[in-house]
């Protein structure tokens, strides 16, 4: 679970760059509902990555103990893409609807390249 956390740790610092990159973007171009629905959604990706983290961590636990293993939560990290994709279409003047999915998908995007970029340095 070191990993997991060491992984969750760049995925936060990812996360506050991005954002930063995103109130530059919002601030100085014409792109402002864009920018804004990559910051909601990859905020509530973020949020939904720390969920699974949670999870998997009772779920190890679990299986180390011999207890009846708990589910990984899919409900509710599904329910907070909703909720991300809702805020972006109830307010559309605000936030883009295709950024903020593409946003909900930006810390897997980190994770799949941190895992490329660590198959490269070991092989």
């Known amino acids: 679970m070191v990993d997991l956390h060491h992984i969750f740790a760049m995925q936060k610092k990812a996360l506050f760059f991005l954002l930063a990159l995103c ?9 402002q509902p864009v ?13 939904n990555f720390w969920l699974l983290l949670r999870r998997m961590e009772k779920f190890d ?44 998908m930006l810390p897997y995007i980190f994770l799949v390249i941190l895992q490329i970029l660590r198959g490269i340095k070991n092989h």
Request: zero cysteines; a positive charge; glycine letters at 16%.
């Open 23 to 31: 109130a530059l973007g919002w601030g100085f171009t014409t792109y």
């Open 35 to 47: 920018f804004a629905g990559i910051a909601i959604g990859a905020f509530f990706g973020t949020y």
């Open 61 to 104: 636990r679990s299986m180390s103990e011999g207890t009846k293993a708990p589910s990984l939560g899919s409900a509710l990290r599904f329910g907070s893409g909703v909720a991300a994709v809702a805020i972006a279409i109830s307010l559309p003047k605000y936030f883009h609807l295709i950024s903020t999915v593409i946003g909900l």
